[in-house]
């Protein structure tokens, strides 16, 4: 449970609008990744409360050292049981002890737990919308219809992608107005840095970096191709950007995506990208002008791509350059808080939200 160390040092003597922030949990995510960057650059006005589901995973220790100790909502298994609504009304407590006046879910899990708590209390619900694989073959009818009428339900849905909120209104029956786009944002600081180590030239590797349960299989299909000199599996790894600045291009070849956080920080370091056409990918990617988009699934269009940028190092360049610039106009960590400060107030009935100027999609 959580210790409430939270409760002394920022509720007692703050006039600042208290927004308690859930996610599942502090795994190394994209969803998480941004959890902790949404707590890091916290609009002026607001203050943040955490609240999680497990107590567990290695962005954890980022929170707290931030001086925020979350409080916990275990649920056990299914969320089709009674603890379900023992959590609900203990989210409910906190809200109502704390003075909580927005609860701004993450994903699927809290989008419901944190719906259901913000109206027993009567205060606002955000919820967040940050992919769209929901849209794939395996999730079960019941996920799709839960994910639906959160959305619906909510006082405010936040996408990270203009193309996620096309879905939420076209698909779901979201109201166009209660719909917002705040984008990702990703720290350059570190980026700067680690961008001056010398490049990697001569002979190319491609490096995989994440995990996933097709590992097993990429393991067994390299070896059969007789690329094991040639591809790398990294695993989990946290100096992704150290390991982008030895890059020469970015790949990302996934069938469904928001406003992808590894294409930003790619685009960050300099990298021309080969990127899907799918979800918030040409949001970010300009055909011929930062990289290259491809249908998912085309190997052959990839690989025609990979060849374009590797042949032509000087066009290459320029493209990272412009990819850069497109991250330092449109994408840092200040816009995505000025969005959320924005959000906010919107969700308190201020002022609407403007809408962030579109990327225009390649």
């Given amino acids: 449970m959580g210790t409430g160390m939270h409760t002394v040092s920022k509720t007692m003597f703050s006039t600042e609008v208290p927004v308690l922030h859930l996610v599942s949990r502090f795994w190394i995510g994209g969803a998480e990744r941004q959890f902790v960057e949404r707590l890091r650059r916290h609009p002026p006005g607001f203050r943040a409360v955490v609240g999680c589901l ?5 962005l954890l220790e980022p929170v707290r ?37 927005i609860v701004h879910a993450t994903d699927f899990n809290t989008n419901l737990l944190g719906l259901a708590a913000a ?29 639906m009428m959160s959305s619906r339900l909510a006082d405010l849905v936040v996408a990270n992608a203009e193309a996620v909120r096309e879905v939420c209104i076209r698909e779901e029956g979201v109201r166009p107005e209660n719909c917002v786009v705040v984008r990702n944002g990703i ?23 994440g995990e996933g349960p097709e590992g097993e299989y990429l393991t067994d299909r390299i070896a059969q191709l007789g690329l094991g000199e040639r591809v790398f599996l990294l695993g989990h790894r946290l100096d992704v950007p150290a390991i982008l600045a030895r890059c020469q291009a970015a ?3 996934s069938s469904a995506e928001g406003l992808s956080n590894a294409l930003m920080e790619a685009m960050a370091s300099r990298l021309p990208i080969v990127a899907t056409r799918v979800g918030g990918n040409p949001e970010l990617v300009r055909e ?25 190092p000087e066009q290459a360049r320029e493209m990272g350059l412009r990819g850069r610039r497109r991250v330092e106009s449109a994408l ?14 919107r969700a308190l009935g201020g002022a609407p939200v403007v809408r962030e100027p579109q990327l225009r999609a390649a």
């Fill in 65 to 101: 050292r931030m001086g925020y100790e979350p409080e916990v909502f275990p649920l056990k298994g299914s969320m089709l049981q009674a603890n379900t609504a023992v959590q609900i009304a203990r989210m409910a407590a906190l809200i109502r002890a704390e003075g909580i006046r």
């Fill in 251 to 253: 790949c990302l070849c």
């Fill in 119 to 147: 109206r027993v209390a009567r205060v606002k619900a955000i919820v967040s919308r940050l992919d769209l694989g929901h849209l794939r073959a395996g999730f079960s009818t019941w996920h799709r219809k839960a994910e």
């Fill in 288 to 312: 011929g002008e930062n990289g290259f988009l491809i249908p998912y699934g085309d190997a052959q269009a990839l690989a025609e791509a990979l060849r374009a940028l590797l042949s032509a």
């Fill in 54 to 58: 497990e107590v567990s995973g290695p």
């Fill in 187 to 209: 720290d350059l600081t570190l980026v700067e840095a680690v961008a001056r180590l010398p490049p990697e030239l001569h002979q190319v590797r491609f490096l995989c970096a």
């Fill in 332 to 345: 840092s960590m200040e816009k995505m808080a000025e969005g959320h400060g924005a959000l906010y107030r």
